[in-house]
Each structure stands twice: as structure tokens, then as C-alpha cells.
């Protein structure tokens, strides 16, 4: 498809009329300049099935196709209803698009709807077939130009691009929904931005608000000074609201009225507005929980109650309130198509610079196989729409940024852990930790406790890289110190506290300059003078401080085994002021200062894994039904038996997908997990142990060593070797570089063996995980 003119066709509807026998009404179809090319008398009757699906496509699919033939069966169905659109509704019209669109490589048609037409914006007109086509295949766009409210003034122009292209971009998952995968979304679109910036050298700022995505943050932010250009919106919606979150992380449901009023700040400022729904009642995400032990069975939609006004009415609202072009979603969309989409659209509005109709053909050319699957069905084609008489030309150029310089004080992540591949669930903890971390909350403090491996340092490492533009400084703070299997803290060393308490005091001195504190922490009198001067210095300043793995400065009983340590987070936390403090621990502190909130942070429910069994490579196929050589029932049911055995604790899924290459060899895991939980249970008096209580987590720490020990059991010598040694080395000290030099020292007195250490093996196994993509020898 070639660039093409701004704005090719227009199509105006005239003399729309709805009845009870159906809708009539006629196109214009006009060429640049006004030229006459073709019109068309349109009269559609209820009584023909495919006027049903043509009113809502995504619920007809839902309520009359088969969950077990679902793809290939929509694929059929759509292009029925594909055909009966392009001779019914669009006639010879749609015959003179596709010839215009052969000629020119692809059109952009206007498509002018009267308000009382407004509904005709939610149809799929792309999905007509012509001449054995689809039209969207062909390159045509429609873009909606939907009239604003009656009575409204004169649009005063756009103000333009300043030193930077800005983007919002929302992202609200409430808890008690139904999960999308938003922050691999969230994830893309910073790759994106990220790319832009360093590659092609442009100005791009990028705000995001995910967890805690309130009406007043949203108010807040839409009313920011400079404003922004582009706003991304990616949430859970229903047909007449879109779900934002109340500030304990429930529900919020907005009426799209007040979403648009929300929204109006930024009349002057936005030229492009992104939204994408998911709806609570989405059939497909609760296909996965449709097995023995996934969850209730799936049962049909009911028949929609309003046809007419689903995201799309947003999206039309949208682009005549704040006169913008808005790329809407006519139905819910699945995760991996959203995100595929997301990205390659931005891709070619950012880097490539082209208008948003040109874009939006070019992503979906991309992003869309020939064939549908699971991933990208048949009705994804068809699900964007564009909105806006401004879309046609508009472009969304970034200034080119300024010279390279390197600021170690805007490199505020420095010394974090990469943002966690995956992270699922968690939603309420995660949206009351925003909350405590806003900077009026009051809360000074976070700590975060629970069973090892239930996902503390997860949640602590995601809160930072969200967090990473509201705080003036980040500071990470790892405790060394190994566990023992039984996952009970072991008595380190008076070395090992110590040392902690030094690695603090360098990390806050390295992120905080002029700051002094290593000196103090030899002389008792000294420290007791700074530590006043710490509080004051966290309650004025905006600093994020994360003590990680702090179990080892802890005794069984939550007493700090250092004095020191307890006068330090006392200082850092007895304030009400602007810094915070996350603290996570397998064992909960026995006192803290009345401002720090404490969170237990326990395994998945049984929704939660199943959206983390989705999202791992192996699970996720035997999910899907699309592993090699494993029948798709069979698949589901091994997936059903490893939910129970692991019943949501996190390590011991991602393990079992590893072990999930050969279905056969999971038998002996289960086994082994059956028998540790009945006899757990029978010491237990047979009930099954709460979450939320010691027993539960010796349960999970005794099943997560059977595990282990089993599957390094099955590796051969030299693997076992390399998982002892990396069992014993300091995190700090698992760098590639070090291994390889550790490998060679094993290798010359005889236990190496091998040229290389076998890293790729390990990582197979599920036991070792790589944190960058650089490949081993």
C-alpha cells in the first residue's frame, strides 16, 4: 500500500431511516474534488439472519458457534457475513471501492454519518467481501466522521507538538474482573518509545498509570499544564462504561459520558486517542477455565440488550468532543492481537510518521495471518475502527531530541532488576500499594511478607519500574544471605547483618548526594544524630527505597537481629511525608512504625494460575490445545492436574512448565506433590492448611525442594555440578563473566569437564533462569 493522498473517497449517508421492518438508506460515494463514483439504495430486513450478525457480529459469533470449533467456525461465518455485506449493504459502492482500491493500492474513505446514522459506525463494513476480498484486505479504511454535540462552538485549532511528543497511556484492571494481559501491553509500548528515543532519535515521553487508575488521578493528570498528544486507554468495558478502579483496587464502573468529560482538558492538546476494551463477559478468556479443575463450565452469552452502543459510541464521542482521531475497538479483543496491533501501529505513526488510516492498514497487514487462530481470530480484522475527520491526514511527527549526555541522576533504575518477564494477578495489592505510594497517602511504608516464592520481590520490582517518574530518586537494596530448603530463615552471620546495613548505607549514598552515612554506622553517637536528619530528609524529598530478602535481618519471631537495622527502618519509616520504604520478607516484622502498611503476599488463586499457566511457552500450548503430539483434551487435563499440585504457587508452575516439554515425565512431580500435601494434611489433622498460615507455607517450601531435588536428580554430572555452584554463589555474583571464570577453575582440576559451562541445559530444566538475552558458549 502506498502512502496515497491524505483523504481519497468520501461516503455520505442520506435519508437513514430504522423501523420495525429494518434500515434503509443511500450512499453518495464522491472522489477528490467531489467527482461523482457511484451510489447505492440500501434496504436491509430484519428478517434475514445475516442482518442479526451485521447489528453485533461479536455477540452473534458468541452465542451460536461451538467453543470446541471456534476458529475455523468464525472464519466461516464472517465471510458469510462478509459476502451478504458486500451485496447488501454496500451494493455497487462497495464494487467501486474495491476497484478504486486495486487502482490506487489502497483508499481512505470518509465516511459521513448523520446523527441519527451514528449507529452504523459500530457495523463491520470492512468485513464485505467483493470480488472474493475482503475490502480491508485490499487496503480500504474507513474513517467515521461522526458530527460533535449539537451547538457547539467553532473548534479552535490544535496546539502543536512541544519540545517532546507526550502519551498517556491508561492501562486499569480492577480486581474481581477478568484478567487481560495489560502489562505486556503496557511492556510493548514502552519498547516502542524506548526505541524511537534511542534509534531514531526522537523526543517521546511516555507517562503510564496502571494499578489505582482512579477518575481523580485521571482528572489530575488530563489537567497537567503542558497536556498530551497522544492518549493510549486499554481496560476492561462494557456497552456503556469503561471499568477505572476505586482506590482500594475494586471496580469502578465510568459511563463513557463522564469518561469524555474526564477526558476534555485536553481538547486543545490530543490528536490521537487509542482505545481498546475487553469485555467482562469475554467467552474466550473463560474458555481457558472450561476443563475439569480450570473452572466452571463455559456457558453462552446472552443476546445482547443494546446493540447499537458498544466502544464505538465512546469512540465517536471521543473524536467530536475533544476533535481528535480516535482508533476504537468495535468488540472485545483477545490479548496477543491487541498487542501485536498496539505495536506495529505505533511503530509506523511514530517511526515511520504516517498518518493514523495509513498506519492502522499497514499494522493490520502486519499483524493479521492468512489463516485465523486462537490468537488472532477471524473477527480481529475487523475490530478496529477509526474515528475522526482529522484522521485521514493527520500526522504525529516527534522533534528530533537533543545531543546525547549522559545523567547518572535520570537514570533512576539504576541497580533494580529488570522489570519481571511475567506478572499476573495481584491486582488489589498492587493497586493499595499505588495508593500508599501516592505522595498525599499518608503511608510512609510498605512491607510485603509471605511464603518464599510467592512473587514479594516480583511485586517490589513492578511497583518500581511504575513508579519510576513520581519519585525523585529509586534505591535498591538486595539482602545477601542463602535460605536453606526448609524455607526457614536461617541465623546468619553478625557479618552478613552487618554488611547489609553497609550495602544500605552505600546504595542511599550513591542515588543521594552529599549524603554521609557509612561513617555512622561505626559510631553509635553519630548515628543517633543522623538518623533524625534520614526522617526529615525522606518526609520533604521523593524517594523510593527497597529493601529486598530482609528474612536474614530478621529473627523467627520478626525481631531485627541488629539494633541498628530496627533504628534505620524506624528512621526511614516514622514519617508521614513524601518518601516510601518496601521492605519484603518471608517473615513479617514484629512492630513497625504506624505509618507503614504490611501486605501477606500468598499464592495465585486459582484464576490467577490459570492466566500464569497462559502465559508460559509450554502450559500455554497444552492450554490452547496447540502443543506438538499432545491431543488437545489430554493437554487441558495435564494442565488441570498441575493447577491442583501446584495449587497457585508460582516457582512450582513455572518448574512444572519446564518439565512440561514431555508430558510423560510431569507423572513422578505429581506424584511427589500428592503425597507431600496428604502428608502435610494428615500431620495437619487432614484439613487442607490456609494461604495465609505457617503450615501452608512449610507445605509449599517442602513440595518446592521435592521438586528440586527431582529434577537435578534427572540432570546429568556436569549440570549438577554448575546448579550446586550456582546454588551457593551471592546473586551478585551469577553474571555470566563469573560463571564462565568459576567453570574454568572446574574444569582444569577435573570436575568441569566440558569446554562450556551448561548453562543451556539448566535453563531447560526450569531450575535456572537467564536475565538478558545474550547467549552462552
Same mark, same amino acid.
Given at each position: 500500500?502506498?502512502?496515497?493522498?491524505?483523504?481519497?473517497?468520501?461516503?455520505?449517508?442520506?435519508?437513514?431511516?430504522?423501523?420495525?421492518?429494518?434500515?434503509?438508506w443511500?450512499?453518495?460515494?464522491?472522489?477528490?474534488?467531489?467527482?461523482?463514483?457511484?451510489?447505492?439504495e440500501?434496504? %436491509?430486513?430484519? #428478517?434475514?439472519?445475516?442482518?442479526?450478525?451485521?447489528?453485533?457480529?461479536? *455477540?452473534?459469533l458468541?452465542?451460536?458457534?461451538?467453543p470446541?470449533?471456534?476458529?475455523?467456525?468464525?472464519?466461516?461465518l464472517?465471510?458469510?457475513?462478509?459476502?451478504?455485506?458486500g451485496?447488501?449493504?454496500l451494493?455497487?459502492?462497495?464494487?467501486?471501492?474495491?476497484?478504486?482500491?486495486?487502482?490506487?493500492?489502497?483508499?481512505?474513505?470518509?465516511v459521513?454519518?448523520p446523527p441519527?446514522?451514528?449507529?452504523?459506525?459500530?457495523?463491520?463494513?470492512?468485513?464485505?467481501?467483493?470480488?472474493?476480498?475482503?475490502?480491508?484486505?485490499?487496503?480500504?479504511?474507513?474513517?467515521?466522521?461522526?458530527?460533535?454535540?449539537?451547538?457547539?462552538?467553532?473548534?479552535?485549532?490544535?496546539?502543536?507538538?512541544?519540545?517532546?511528543?507526550?502519551?498517556?497511556?491508561l492501562?486499569?484492571? =480492577?480486581?474481581?474482573?477478568?484478567?487481560?494481559?495489560?502489562?505486556?501491553?503496557?511492556?510493548?509500548?514502552?519498547?516502542?518509545?524506548r526505541?524511537?528515543?534511542?534509534?531514531?532519535?526522537?523526543?517521546?515521553?511516555?507517562?503510564?498509570?496502571? /494499578?489505582?487508575?482512579?477518575r481523580e488521578?485521571?482528572?489530575e493528570?488530563?489537567?497537567?499544564?503542558?497536556g498530551?498528544?497522544?492518549?493510549?486507554?486499554?481496560?476492561?468495558?462494557?456497552r456503556a462504561?469503561?471499568?477505572?478502579?476505586h482506590?482500594?483496587g475494586?471496580?469502578d464502573e465510568?459511563?463513557?459520558? &463522564?469518561l469524555?468529560?474526564?477526558l476534555?482538558? %485536553?481538547?486543545r492538546?490530543?490528536?490521537?486517542?487509542?482505545?481498546?476494551?475487553?469485555?467482562?463477559?469475554?467467552?474466550?478468556?473463560?474458555e481457558?477455565f472450561?476443563?475439569?479443575?480450570l473452572g466452571?463450565a463455559?456457558?453462552?452469552?446472552?443476546?445482547? +440488550?443494546?446493540?447499537?452502543?458498544?466502544?464505538?459510541?465512546?469512540?465517536?464521542?471521543?473524536?467530536?468532543r475533544?476533535?481528535?482521531?480516535?482508533?476504537?475497538?468495535?468488540?472485545?479483543?483477545?490479548?496477543?492481537?491487541?498487542?501485536?496491533? *498496539?505495536g506495529?501501529? /505505533? #511503530?509506523?505513526?511514530?517511526?515511520r510518521?504516517?498518518?493514523?488510516?495509513?498506519?492502522?492498514a499497514?499494522a493490520?497487514?502486519?499483524?493479521?495471518?492468512?489463516?485465523?487462530t486462537?490468537?488472532?481470530?477471524?473477527?480481529s480484522?475487523?475490530?478496529?475502527?477509526?474515528?475522526?475527520?482529522?484522521? +485521514? *491526514?493527520?500526522?504525529?511527527?516527534a522533534?528530533r531530541?537533543?545531543?546525547?549526555?549522559y545523567?547518572?541522576?535520570k537514570?533512576?533504575?539504576?541497580?533494580?532488576?529488570?522489570? =519481571?518477564?511475567?506478572?499476573?494477578?495481584?491486582?488489589?495489592?498492587? @493497586?493499595?500499594?499505588?495508593?500508599?505510594?501516592?505522595?498525599?497517602? *499518608?503511608?510512609?511504608?510498605?512491607v510485603l511478607?509471605?511464603?518464599?516464592?510467592?512473587?514479594k520481590?516480583t511485586?517490589?520490582?513492578?511497583?518500581?519500574?511504575?513508579?519510576?517518574?513520581?519519585?525523585?530518586?529509586?534505591?535498591?537494596l538486595?539482602?545477601?544471605?542463602?535460605?536453606?530448603?526448609?524455607?526457614?530463615p536461617?541465623?546468619?552471620?553478625?557479618?552478613?547483618?552487618?554488611?547489609a546495613?553497609t550495602? %544500605?548505607?552505600?546504595?542511599l549514598?550513591?542515588?543521594?548526594?552529599?549524603?554521609?552515612?557509612?561513617?555512622?554506622?561505626?559510631?553509635?553517637?553519630?548515628?543517633?544524630?543522623?538518623?533524625?536528619?534520614?526522617?526529615?530528609?525522606?518526609?520533604?524529598?521523593?524517594?523510593l527505597?527497597?529493601?529486598?530478602?530482609?528474612?536474614?535481618l530478621?529473627?523467627?519471631?520478626?525481631?531485627?537481629?541488629?539494633?541498628?537495622?530496627?533504628?534505620?527502618?524506624?528512621?526511614?519509616?516514622s514519617?508521614?511525608?513524601? @518518601?516510601?520504604?518496601?521492605?519484603?520478607?518471608?517473615?513479617?516484622?514484629?512492630?513497625?512504625?504506624a505509618?507503614?502498611?504490611?501486605?501477606p503476599?500468598?499464592?495465585?488463586?486459582?484464576?490467577?494460575?490459570?492466566l500464569?499457566?497462559?502465559?508460559?511457552?509450554?502450559?500455554g500450548q497444552l492450554?490452547?490445545?496447540?502443543?506438538?503430539?499432545?491431543?488437545?483434551?489430554?493437554?487441558?487435563?495435564?494442565?488441570?492436574?498441575?493447577?491442583?499440585?501446584?495449587?497457585g504457587?508460582?516457582?512450582?508452575?513455572?518448574?512444572?512448565?519446564?518439565?512440561?516439554?514431555?508430558?510423560?515425565?510431569?507423572?513422578?512431580?505429581?506424584?511427589?506433590?500428592?503425597?507431600?500435601?496428604e502428608?502435610?494434611?494428615?500431620?495437619?489433622?487432614?484439613?487442607?492448611?490456609?494461604?495465609?498460615?505457617?503450615?501452608?507455607?512449610?507445605?509449599y517450601?517442602l513440595?518446592?525442594?521435592?521438586?528440586?531435588r527431582?529434577?537435578?536428580?534427572?540432570?546429568?554430572?556436569?549440570?549438577q555440578? %554448575?546448579?550446586q &555452584?550456582l546454588s551457593?554463589?551471592?546473586?551478585?555474583?551469577?553474571?555470566?563473566?563469573t &560463571?564462565?571464570?568459576?567453570?574454568?577453575?572446574?574444569?582444569?582440576?577435573?570436575?568441569?569437564?566440558?569446554?562450556?559451562a551448561?548453562?543451556?541445559?539448566?535453563?531447560?530444566?526450569?531450575?535456572?533462569?537467564l536475565?538478558?538475552?545474550?547467549?552462552?558458549?
Amino acid at each position: 500500500m502506498t502512502e496515497g493522498p491524505a483523504e481519497d473517497l468520501t461516503l455520505t449517508v442520506d435519508g437513514f431511516r430504522d423501523d420495525a421492518e429494518g434500515m434503509s438508506w443511500r450512499w453518495l460515494l464522491t472522489g477528490p474534488g467531489g467527482t461523482f463514483e457511484a451510489d447505492a439504495e440500501i434496504r %436491509l430486513r430484519r #428478517e434475514e439472519w445475516q442482518y442479526d450478525a451485521f447489528e453485533d457480529l461479536y *455477540g452473534y459469533l458468541a452465542w451460536r458457534v461451538d467453543p470446541e470449533r471456534r476458529t475455523e467456525r468464525e472464519a466461516a461465518l464472517v465471510r458469510e457475513v462478509g459476502e451478504w455485506i458486500g451485496a447488501r449493504v454496500l451494493g455497487e459502492v462497495g464494487v467501486r471501492l474495491s476497484r478504486f482500491a486495486e487502482d490506487a493500492s489502497g483508499c481512505t474513505v470518509r465516511v459521513v454519518l448523520p446523527p441519527e446514522a451514528r449507529a452504523l459506525a459500530a457495523r463491520p463494513l470492512e468485513a464485505a467481501v467483493i470480488d472474493g476480498a475482503p475490502l480491508r484486505r485490499r487496503g480500504v479504511i474507513f474513517v467515521h466522521d461522526v458530527p460533535g454535540p449539537p451547538g457547539a462552538a467553532r473548534r479552535p485549532p490544535k496546539r502543536p507538538v512541544g519540545v517532546s511528543l507526550r502519551i498517556l497511556a491508561l492501562f486499569s484492571l =480492577p480486581d474481581a474482573t477478568t484478567a487481560l494481559d495489560l502489562r505486556r501491553e503496557r511492556y510493548e509500548l514502552a519498547r516502542i518509545v524506548r526505541t524511537v528515543s534511542a534509534v531514531h532519535g526522537r523526543a517521546v515521553e511516555l507517562r503510564v498509570l496502571q /494499578y489505582g487508575v482512579t477518575r481523580e488521578r485521571l482528572r489530575e493528570i488530563a489537567e497537567e499544564g503542558p497536556g498530551w498528544d497522544v492518549v493510549h486507554v486499554s481496560a476492561h468495558g462494557s456497552r456503556a462504561a469503561l471499568t477505572l478502579e476505586h482506590e482500594d483496587g475494586s471496580p469502578d464502573e465510568v459511563p463513557h459520558h &463522564v469518561l469524555v468529560d474526564l477526558l476534555s482538558p %485536553l481538547r486543545r492538546q490530543v490528536k490521537l486517542i487509542t482505545a481498546s476494551s475487553c469485555s467482562s463477559a469475554d467467552d474466550r478468556a473463560r474458555e481457558s477455565f472450561d476443563a475439569p479443575g480450570l473452572g466452571p463450565a463455559l456457558r453462552r452469552r446472552d443476546a445482547p +440488550a443494546d446493540p447499537a452502543a458498544p466502544l464505538t459510541d465512546l469512540a465517536s464521542s471521543l473524536a467530536g468532543r475533544l476533535d481528535c482521531a480516535v482508533v476504537g475497538m468495535r468488540f472485545p479483543v483477545v490479548d496477543d492481537f491487541a498487542i501485536a496491533l *498496539g505495536g506495529k501501529l /505505533y #511503530e509506523a505513526l511514530l517511526v515511520r510518521d504516517q498518518p493514523p488510516a495509513t498506519a492502522l492498514a499497514r499494522a493490520l497487514a502486519a499483524c493479521v495471518p492468512d489463516r485465523p487462530t486462537a490468537s488472532f481470530p477471524a473477527l480481529s480484522e475487523v475490530t478496529p475502527a477509526l474515528f475522526g475527520s482529522s484522521a +485521514a *491526514g493527520l500526522r504525529l511527527s516527534a522533534p528530533r531530541s537533543g545531543p546525547l549526555v549522559y545523567d547518572a541522576e535520570k537514570l533512576k533504575l539504576a541497580g533494580f532488576p529488570e522489570a =519481571p518477564r511475567r506478572f499476573v494477578g495481584r491486582v488489589a495489592l498492587m @493497586s493499595r500499594a499505588n495508593a500508599a505510594l501516592a505522595p498525599r497517602s *499518608g503511608v510512609s511504608g510498605i512491607v510485603l511478607y509471605g511464603m518464599a516464592g510467592a512473587g514479594k520481590t516480583t511485586a517490589a520490582v513492578e511497583l518500581a519500574h511504575t513508579q519510576e517518574e513520581n519519585f525523585q530518586a529509586l534505591v535498591w537494596l538486595r539482602v545477601a544471605g542463602a535460605e536453606p530448603a526448609d524455607g526457614v530463615p536461617s541465623a546468619p552471620s553478625a557479618h552478613v547483618v552487618d554488611s547489609a546495613l553497609t550495602d %544500605l548505607a552505600v546504595a542511599l549514598e550513591q542515588k543521594l548526594k552529599g549524603l554521609s552515612m557509612t561513617p555512622a554506622l561505626t559510631d553509635r553517637e553519630e548515628l543517633q544524630r543522623l538518623l533524625p536528619l534520614l526522617t526529615e530528609f525522606f518526609e520533604r524529598q521523593r524517594v523510593l527505597l527497597v529493601i529486598d530478602n530482609a528474612e536474614g535481618l530478621l529473627t523467627s519471631d520478626g525481631a531485627w537481629r541488629d539494633e541498628r537495622w530496627e533504628a534505620v527502618f524506624t528512621a526511614l519509616t516514622s514519617h508521614t511525608g513524601l @518518601s516510601r520504604t518496601v521492605l519484603t520478607s518471608r517473615v513479617r516484622p514484629a512492630s513497625v512504625p504506624a505509618p507503614v502498611s504490611v501486605d501477606p503476599v500468598h499464592v495465585l488463586t486459582r484464576r490467577e494460575a490459570v492466566l500464569l499457566a497462559r502465559e508460559l511457552p509450554r502450559l500455554g500450548q497444552l492450554l490452547e490445545g496447540t502443543a506438538p503430539d499432545v491431543p488437545a483434551q489430554r493437554g487441558r487435563q495435564v494442565v488441570s492436574d498441575i493447577l491442583a499440585a501446584t495449587d497457585g504457587h508460582p516457582e512450582l508452575l513455572v518448574l512444572a512448565d519446564a518439565q512440561a516439554v514431555d508430558v510423560d515425565r510431569l507423572g513422578p512431580l505429581l506424584d511427589t506433590a500428592r503425597r507431600t500435601r496428604e502428608a502435610a494434611r494428615s500431620a495437619d489433622g487432614g484439613s487442607a492448611a490456609d494461604p495465609a498460615d505457617a503450615t501452608a507455607a512449610e507445605e509449599y517450601a517442602l513440595l518446592l525442594d521435592s521438586w528440586t531435588r527431582g529434577i537435578a536428580g534427572e540432570l546429568g554430572p556436569h549440570e549438577q555440578t %554448575l546448579f550446586q &555452584v550456582l546454588s551457593v554463589m551471592e546473586e551478585a555474583d551469577r553474571s555470566r563473566e563469573t &560463571v564462565a571464570r568459576v567453570w574454568d577453575a572446574l574444569r582444569g582440576s577435573g570436575p568441569g569437564g566440558t569446554d562450556a559451562a551448561p548453562v543451556p541445559a539448566l535453563v531447560r530444566s526450569g531450575l535456572v533462569g537467564l536475565r538478558c538475552r545474550r547467549s552462552w558458549p
